[in-house]
Structures are given as structure tokens and as C-alpha cells.
């Protein structure tokens, strides 16, 4: 079922309320001023039933200027509206406002309403239509179906429900409700016995009775005590709806107009937005570069200054892209509409389309940067995933993080994900409960840097395996989780750009010279340790006669790589086919559950306390015997 929200627009005194006291029988002026005054200060909210049964929220906004941004916190999550016009005035400046504001948060839909025809004659009439007509062409009103009525005496109403019934039934797309619930807040207020309640459009997703929910961007989490949608109360809200919400955990005094609701950890608070940012063509303003500016997006309201990134100012019906500095905190997501209206006097002069949520600080005139922007205005969905990976492959990016960004859910990161991994785009490591990202791109530049090293090194240390993936870790990568950087290395593994030598890498055009001087050093090793048997000798006390100890120690690690010699614990060196021999006997010894003591294996090899001490730590640490007291058992 489609979950459809309608709001009111137009001049003060048009007739919108009484437009939908006559669609609905309620009357929207909630506050005794308002009702005093005969204007709409704030927010009204009622639903009506359309003929086919369904039932429409409905949004009555104010229409005074001093109030647009009570206004602009209205639009959101309209689906449609019904732009009020009175029949003996025109369209009037505050109509025309309306109409750039609707235009600049990216309302499509929308019924010309011809309010007040009883008061005109047939003549006058025809004139004012005329003219509504001209007035709109080129905006995103013109060829808009327009219906005669009378609020006052009831005429031309069930003409304007069939076409509000017939566009709901054909022209209305149905909101996404299987994404990120996301419901801005635009009016918070407490009830003797319940305690908080908030109200606003749900824009996206689902919310159920008992809920979790983070309040952003202030960071507190909160409970759904419970759900009302048009004053009933129910299991669940959806996307397109206009809600109610019960909130436990959090105060009265802590909520406010331009918070908004949505899963723990599924926003990232923002204070500078990437935008294009554009100029009405009807604006007596030109924008200059760090322009103080009034932001309005969703319910939110802050001041800001707007850096100008590929120009040095705007004129009216001039767009570019620009970066936005907010002096509060903010919770947005992606392609979420904002108007800006000057500091002083307080004018509506542009607004546009939020590009990058999360942004790092850019500089005025950076290709590089201009061109993401670019990348981010045009592409798809697994585009902009796919340029977020990108852009935060430094460190890699979790799935949760990702959605947490970019205000998708972890299940539509996975998705997509999982087709920019087919495609070769990023590289993926899977985990537990969450998955890293990083993009082909950064893989192979990093490769590329670590080759450079290794070939450098290895030409300096030939006889060396490498260098540590520990060094390599950090030099390079340690921003990185040390799992997902053992996944990053073994992909590269996998590509043929490097080599891994046990915890050694090594270029994949290196290999070590088995020349003379490695065979002189190498043989004379095996020699010495063979000669002692098993009185293994310490690594640092290794005597390489008249060989030059660098070039030796670098054999000798070479040996251990290639596992022809062991180092074990204490730091001592016994060679593999010893130890291989040593560790058969052993287990030989302990069949059967039998059991081995430190002197036994003393006696055994014929050697010293000194010595069989750190070869029994050495079979714990592998795990071929275990200690039982004081002896040794079968691990």
C-alpha cells in the first residue's frame, strides 16, 4: 500500500487551511495564536480517506514569510502538494517563494489549487488562470492539473479528491520502506503519564514499538514505548507516513526540531557538506564566496558559510559546486535537498542537492576534487559506494561503516558491494559479522610502493628473504585492522606483485642468488651446527669465521626462512633435519599416555639442563606436549 503525504502551499490568506478543513473537517491551527491571528505560524497535520480507501496525510505550512522555515520543515517527505492560489488575488510574492522552494527540494508532483471562485466572475477568473499559467512556464509546475474550488462553500472539492485519488493511483512512486528508517523530528512536546513524544514525516523504511533508535545528532539512544499514525496507535509506521512516537530514555528538554531518528550507529553528525549549490533565477542576490548563509534541510535550521569550489561567485540562475560550513551539527544523508536564504535580510536566494555527507576540506579549484564531486552528482548507487571505498581505503571501510556514512543499510552496502567484488572493483574480507573494503585501485598504488621498498632492500640485503610483513605493516598500512591487512597482502599474494617467505615478504621478480659466497656461508652453518650436535647454539654468539657477520646473519636468516634452520626458544639454533629428528623421538617416547620429564629428556640427547629446557618450552609453544606438573605429556 502506498503511503502517500500531501502538503499545502501558497500566499498567507489563500484559503489553505480552510482548503483542508473542507477536504478533511479538521481545522490544522493547533495554536491559540494561530487561530486568534487566522495564519498558519507553525506545522498542521490531519489525514483524510480518498474514495479507493486510502488514507493521505496532509501538511499544512505556513504561508507567512516570516515562517518559511516552518515551511521548509514541512516539505519534507511530501509526496505531492497542492499549491493554493485565491482566485480575486493571483499568485502573490509569498506564492511565488513557495514555489522556488518546492522546485529547490525537489517536490515533482503537484495540483493547482484556484481557491476562492465564488468571490470572482467567470472573466476574471479566465484572466487570473491565464496568467497562472504564464507565471509557471519552465518551472517544475507547468502542465500541473488545476481545480476550480470554493473552501468556503464546499465547491469543486470532490473534483479535487478524484484528482488527487487519480495522481496517487498513477503518478506517486512508493516510498522505500526496506532501507534505514530515517524520521526527521518537527515537533517534540510531553504528555502528563507518557512522557516525550516527537512527530514528523517518515521518510524512509519502517519503525516498530519497542525499537532502539539514536536521536541525531546529539548522540543519545532511546526506546519506541509507542507507535500512532493519524492518532491510532500501532504495531508499526512506514516510509510516506506521518507518525507519532512515544520515546523512553530520553527527555522533553534533550529533543528539538531538526534532530532526526534512525537506527544506533546508522548517521555520521556532519559539519561541512558537499553540495551543488544553485542560485534562483529570480534572485536579486549574487553569492559570493564564504557567503553567511541560513541552511534549511529537512528540519533542520543552521547558519553556514558556503565555499565556492569552481567559481568565484554565483548570479542568479548560476550553479556550481561548493562546500558548506556549518556552525551546528547536523545528521544527513546523500541527495538530501537544502535552500539557503541570505543572513540579513532574510530572503530565500538558491539551494540545491547534498553531494558527500562526511567530507574532507577541500580546496577551492582542486580538479581531483571537483572531479569526485562530479563522480558523486551522476553516479549510481554502486557508484558512490564504490568512490567511498575509495576514498577511505587508507584505513578500509567495514560494511557497518559504510552504511553508517552513507545512510544505507549494511544490506544494501553488502549488495553492492558484492557486485563491485565481481566486477574486480574492491577487493572484500570477510568476517564474523561485518566485512572490509578496500578499492582495486588504492591496492594496486600500495603495491607499487611496497614493491619499491622490497626492491631497494633486496638490492642492498641479497641474501636477506625480505622484509617483515610487520615493517611493512607499519610503514604502510598500519591504520589498518590486522586481519584485514593479512587479507590486502595475501590479495596481492594472489596478483603475483609479491612473495611470502613465512612472515617474510618479498618482490615477486626477487629471488635470492644461491651464488658462491651464499654457498661458502650456507655450508659452513650446517657444518658448525651439525658438529654440535645437540648442544644447539645462541644466535648472537654464532661463530661465522672470517666471513663478514652482515652478510652471514643475512644467510643465516635466510636459512631459517627457507626452514633448513630453526630458531627457537632462548634464541637458539639447531638445524631442522636435528630438530625434526629430536622431535620424533620425543613423541616416540610419550605413546601410549606415557609421560617425560626435563631430566629424561636431558639423558636422552645426551646435553644439558640449559639446553633441554628451551627445547621442551619450544614443543608447548607447538603444541606437540603439554606440562603435567613436572613432566610432559602428549599435547
Request: aromatic share 6%; charged share 30%; glycine share 8%.
Amino acid at each position: 500500500m502506498k503511503h502517500i503525504i500531501i502538503g499545502t502551499a501558497g500566499h498567507i490568506d489563500h484559503g489553505k487551511t480552510t482548503l483542508i478543513r473542507a477536504l478533511t473537517g479538521r481545522n490544522t491551527d493547533r495554536l491559540k495564536e494561530e487561530q486568534q491571528r487566522g495564519i498558519t505560524i507553525d506545522l498542521g497535520f490531519t489525514y483524510f480517506d480518498l474514495p479507493n480507501g486510502s488514507r493521505v496525510g496532509i501538511i499544512d505550512v505556513p504561508g507567512h514569510e516570516k515562517f518559511i522555515n516552518n515551511m521548509t520543515a514541512g516539505v519534507i517527505g511530501m509526496d505531492m502538494v497542492l499549491l493554493v492560489i485565491a482566485a480575486d488575488e493571483g499568485i502573490m510574492p509569498q506564492t511565488r517563494e513557495h514555489i522556488d522552494i518546492l522546485g529547490l527540494l525537489g517536490v515533482e508532483k503537484s495540483i493547482l489549487v484556484l481557491n476562492k471562485c465564488d468571490l470572482v466572475d467567470t472573466d476574471w477568473k479566465d484572466m487570473v488562470k491565464e496568467d497562472i499559467r504564464e507565471e509557471l512556464k519552465g518551472s517544475f509546475l507547468e502542465g500541473a492539473p488545476l481545480v476550480e474550488v470554493s473552501a468556503a462553500t464546499g465547491a469543486g472539492i470532490d473534483q479535487l479528491v478524484d484528482t488527487i485519488q487519480e495522481m496517487t493511483e498513477h503518478e506517486i512512486q512508493e516510498k522505500d520502506i526496506h532501507t534505514i528508517p530515517r524520521l526527521p523530528i518537527d515537533r517534540v512536546f510531553s504528555m502528563s503519564g507518557f512522557g516525550t513524544i516527537v512527530t514528523g514525516t517518515l521518510v524512509s523504511g519502517q519503525i516498530h514499538k519497542d525499537d532502539t533508535l539514536e536521536l541525531f545528532p546529539d548522540g543519545k539512544t532511546c526506546k519506541v514505548r509507542c507507535v500512532q499514525v493519524h492518532g491510532d496507535d500501532e504495531s508499526c509506521c512506514f516510509a510516506g507516513q506521518r507518525t507519532a512516537l512515544n520515546l523512553n530514555g530520553v527527555r522533553k528538554n534533550e529533543v528539538r526540531r531538526g534532530c532526526v531518528l534512525a537506527p544506533p550507529g546508522s548517521m555520521e553528525p556532519t559539519t561541512m557538506v558537499d553540495v551543488r549549490l544553485s542560485v534562483l533565477p529570480d534572485s536579486k542576490r549574487i553569492l559570493e564566496n564564504r557567503s553567511r548563509l541560513h541552511f534549511y534541510t529537512g528540519t533542520a535550521e543552521v547558519l553556514c558559510r558556503a565555499v565556492l569550489l569552481d567559481a568565484d561567485e554565483l548570479k542568479p540562475g548560476e550553479s556550481c559546486y561548493a562546500q558548506l560550513h556549518l556552525e551546528d551539527t547536523v545528521a544527513v544523508r546523500k541527495d538530501d535537498r537544502f535552500i539557503v536564504r541570505f543572513y540579513s535580510p532574510m530572503e530565500t536566494i538558491g539551494g540545491g542537492v547534498i553531494l558527500e555527507t562526511n567530507p574532507g576540506k577541500k580546496k577551492r579549484r582542486d580538479e581531483e576534487a571537483l572531479d569526485e564531486l562530479k563522480a558523486k552528482e551522476s553516479g549510481s548507487g554502486s557508484d558512490i559506494i564504490e568512490l567511498l571505498i575509495k576514498e577511505h581505503s587508507k584505513s578500509a571501510v567495514t560494511a557497518a561503516e559504510a552504511a553508517k556514512l552513507s545512510a544505507m543499510s549494511v544490506d544494501e552496502i553488502r549488495e553492492i558491494t558484492k557486485e563491485l567484488a565481481e566486477e574486480g572493483r574492491i577487493g572484500v574480507f570477510p568476517m564474523k559479522k561485518d566485512e572490509y573494503y578496500w578499492h582495486k585501485d588504492f591496492e594496486y598504488e600500495m603495491s607499487e610502493k611496497i614493491r619499491t621498498k622490497l626492491r631497494e632492500y633486496h638490492e642492498k640485503h641479497p641474501y636477506r628473504p625480505g622484509i617483515s610483513k610487520s615493517e611493512i605493516y607499519s610503514t604502510f598500512l598500519s591504520q589498518w585492522k590486522n586481519t584485514a591487512y593479512d587479507a590486502l597482502i595475501d590479495s596481492m599474494v594472489s596478483d603475483g606483485k609479491l612473495v611470502r617467505r613465512g612472515e617474510y615478504i618479498q618482490d615477486s621478480d626477487f629471488s635470492i642468488p644461491h651464488d658462491e659466497v651464499y654457498g661458502k656461508i650456507s655450508a659452513d652453518i650446517m657444518k658448525k651446527l651439525a658438529a654440535a650436535g645437540y648442544d644447539f647454539l645462541r644466535f648472537d654468539e654464532f661463530d661465522y669465521g672470517s666471513s663478514d657477520r652482515g652478510t652471514a646473519e643475512d644467510v643465516m636468516m635466510l636459512l631459517i626462512a627457507e626452514e633448513k634452520v630453526n630458531r627457537i626458544t632462548g634464541d637458539f639454533l639447531v638445524s631442522h633435519e636435528m630438530l625434526e629428528d629430536m622431535i620424533t623421538r620425543v613423541r616416540e617416547k610419550l605413546a601410549d599416555g606415557a609421560s617425560i620429564t626435563l631430566g629424561e629428556v636431558r639423558d636422552m640427547f645426551g646435553t644439558s639442563r640449559k639446553i633441554a629446557l628451551p627445547f621442551l618450552e619450544y614443543l608447548d609453544e607447538c603444541r606437540i606436549t603439554k606440562r603435567r606438573g613436572d613432566e610432559r605429556i602428549l599435547y
